[in-house]
C-alpha cells in the first residue's frame, strides 16, 4: 500500500505555489488550491499519524461531504488531487463525486435580466460610474471577472479584446455601444494606454473590491445579495445570447468553453418555468378525498 509520509507535507506553501505558477494557474486558482491543501494539512495532522494511506484521504473525502456542498467538495478534491500530484503521489488522487444536474435553476441564486438592468442603474445613480461600466462590460461580452484584466485601452479601441485562460486563447468583440461607453471611460479616466479598469498603482482591479461593491450595490436596488456576484452576470449575458440567437455553439465559443455540456449548465430554467410547465400537463383529477375516504 502506497503511503505518504506527514513530514513531506510542510506548512511552507511556497514550493506547491511555484508548482502552481509553472503549470500555469491563474492566481485566483493558485490562491484557492494552497487553501485548501492547508485544510488537508490540518485534518492530517488531527489525526496524528506518522504517514497517509490511502483510506485516510477516502476517510477526509468523507469529512468533506459531511461538511460541503457537492460542488465545493468536488472544488477541494481538485485542490487536493493537484497537491498530490505536486508530492508524487498521483496514485493517491480520490474520485470526485458524479452530481445529477438540476434540470432547472433555483431563482434565488441567479440573477434575472431585469435585476441586472436594475443594478446597473443604480450603480450609476449611487455614484458608482466605474462599477457600472464594468458590469455592463461583463454582462455585454461574457468575460470571466478575472478576464477583466484583458480590457485594454488597445483592446477597445480595435473593437476586439484577446483573453488568455485555463490555457486557451481566444478573442472577444466589443459591441459598439459598449465601445462607444467604454471609450468614454477612457477619456474620463484619462488613462492612456494598458489596464482600463485599474487602480491609483495602475495595477488591474481586484476582484473582492468589485465583488463588494456589486453587494453595496444591491442592497441599494433591493436586491438580494445572495444573487449579486460577478459570475452571474455571466449567466444573464449566456442566457440573452441564446435566446436571441438559439446558437449552442457559437455560445461555448463566446463563453470560451471546451465542452458544450458546460455551456448546458448556464441556460437552465428558472424552477417557476418548470413548475408553470408541470401545470399545464394537467394530470391531476378535480377528485377530491372526503372525510369518509380519509377514515378508510
Known amino acids: 500500500m502506497k503511503l505518504l509520509n506527514l513530514a513531506s507535507m510542510v506548512s ?37 499519524l506518522p504517514t ?3 483510506d485516510e484521504i477516502i476517510l477526509y473525502k468523507k469529512y ?10 468536488n472544488s477541494m ?42 443594478l446597473v442603474n443604480t450603480a450609476y445613480k449611487t455614484g458608482e460610474y466605474s ?14 471577472i478575472d478576464e477583466l484584466k484583458y480590457v485594454t485601452v488597445e483592446g477597445i479601441l480595435k473593437q476586439r479584446i484577446k483573453i488568455y485562460n485555463k490555457g486557451k486563447a481566444r478573442e472577444i468583440l466589443i459591441p459598439q455601444h459598449m ?4 471609450l468614454s471611460y477612457i477619456a474620463y479616466k484619462s488613462i492612456g494606454g494598458g489596464y482600463v479598469f485599474r487602480t491609483k498603482s495602475g495595477k488591474p482591479l481586484d476582484r473582492s473590491n468589485i ?17 449579486v456576484y460577478p459570475h452571474n452576470l455571466r449567466h444573464v449575458f449566456a442566457e440573452t445570447y441564446y435566446e436571441n440567437t438559439n446558437d449552442l455553439i457559437s455560445l461555448a465559443n463566446l463563453l470560451g468553453h471546451t465542452s458544450i455540456d ?18 399545464k400537463m394537467n394530470l391531476v383529477t378535480d377528485n377530491s378525498l372526503q372525510d369518509s375516504d380519509l377514515k378508510s
Open 211 to 227: 465583488w463588494k461593491k456589486m453587494k453595496k450595490i444591491a442592497s441599494a436596488a433591493g436586491i438580494s445579495e445572495k444573487r
Open 12 to 48: 511552507d506553501t511556497d514550493e506547491f505555489e511555484k508548482y502552481l505558477a509553472e503549470e500555469e494557474y491563474e492566481n485566483t486558482t493558485i490562491r484557492k488550491y494552497i487553501r485548501d491543501a492547508v485544510k488537508f494539512q490540518q485534518f492530517m495532522k488531527s489525526r496524528n
Open 131 to 144: 462599477t457600472g461600466v464594468i458590469m455592463e462590460t461583463l454582462c455585454s461580452t461574457g468575460i470571466r
Open 262 to 279: 458546460t455551456t448546458r449548465i448556464y441556460l437552465k430554467r428558472m424552477e417557476q418555468d418548470f413548475k408553470g410547465e408541470l401545470e
Open 179 to 182: 465601445q462607444e461607453k467604454l
Open 64 to 73: 468533506l461531504i459531511a461538511v460541503y456542498s457537492p460542488q465545493s467538495v
Open 77 to 118: 478534491l481538485a485542490s487536493l488531487n493537484s497537491y498530490l500530484k505536486y508530492l508524487h503521489h498521483p496514485e493517491l488522487a480520490v474520485k470526485y463525486i458524479k452530481i445529477q444536474q438540476k434540470p432547472f435553476a433555483d431563482s434565488d441564486k441567479y440573477l434575472s435580466r431585469g435585476e441586472y438592468i436594475l
Open 52 to 54: 497517509v494511506s490511502k
